[in-house]
């Protein structure tokens, strides 16, 4: 079964609202999770690390203040896109390595599907 | 920095014969870890196949195998006896063997399997 959870799914909103996007880890602790945008028949382009218990490490070129990223328990990050606008319509994935394997295996989230109008 | 390259966009293979899919990348790392993921229409990320840098034979899972040339830097990926659910979109991916853990993907190769 599906180790990582993405909530929602899909979101529809409207430019200049706020979106949170939820993920957890289910069968284990996530120290780590990872944040992915992927544009339609692209590749994944990290955006951020999440890191429990401290500030999230962004990639170059990505506005932390624009996606906020909160990383509070073991087991849940959140993604927030802040003031959203129709260029950051997207599909955004996490991911998480699973400390208790040592074959550096990284679990997926399903993804969620944001639209902005 | 690692680069992936992946050079096939789109490639098809009727049902039941044989295709590889070509990647290349780049890094000054010696130890790492490389990976290729599906992700087929519903977009979950797949985990097809991983070789460890350090183990010189070449990975298998069952219908999946990869030819990795460390030398070379490739690390393609060969599928047998085609079937139509292998139909997907392939990433190839790098992870540094550090504490990171992070991917770094090539672009991509649409995969089609033909009826």
């Known amino acids: 079964g599906a180790v990582v959870s993405q909530h929602p799914s899909r979101v529809i909103c409207k430019s200049g609202t706020s979106v949170k996007i939820e993920c957890r880890s289910l069968d284990f602790q996530a120290t780590t999770m990872f944040w992915y945008r992927q544009f339609p028949k692209k590749s994944l382009m990290l955006m951020a690390t999440s890191n429990e218990g401290s500030k999230a490490t962004y990639e170059q070129g990505v506005e932390k203040d624009k996606f906020l990223i909160n990383h509070a328990s073991l087991t849940l990050s959140t993604l927030t896109v802040t003031s959203a606008h129709p260029e950051d319509s997207s599909f955004y994935i996490c991911?998480?390595?699973?400390?208790?394997?040592?074959?550096?295996?990284?679990?997926f989230g399903p993804g969620t599907r944001l639209t902005v109008l | 920095a690692q680069t992936v390259t992946q050079s096939q966009p789109e490639m098809s293979v009727q049902e039941a014969e044989t295709v590889t899919l070509s990647c290349t990348y780049d890094t000054s790392e010696n130890n790492y870890y490389l990976f290729w993921y599906k992700q087929p229409p519903s977009r979950q990320m797949i985990l097809v196949i991983r070789q460890e840098a350090y183990k010189q034979q070449n990975a298998t899972e069952n219908r999946f195998s990869v030819n990795f040339q460390k030398a070379a830097k490739s690390f393609s990926l060969k599928i047998s006896d085609s079937q139509l659910g292998d139909t997907a979109m392939y990433f190839c991916a790098f992870m540094t063997s550090g504490s990171a853990r992070q991917l770094t993907f090539g672009s991509g190769t649409q995969l089609t399997v033909l009826p």
């Open positions: 991911s998480t390595p699973n400390p208790g394997l040592a074959r550096n295996e990284q679990f």
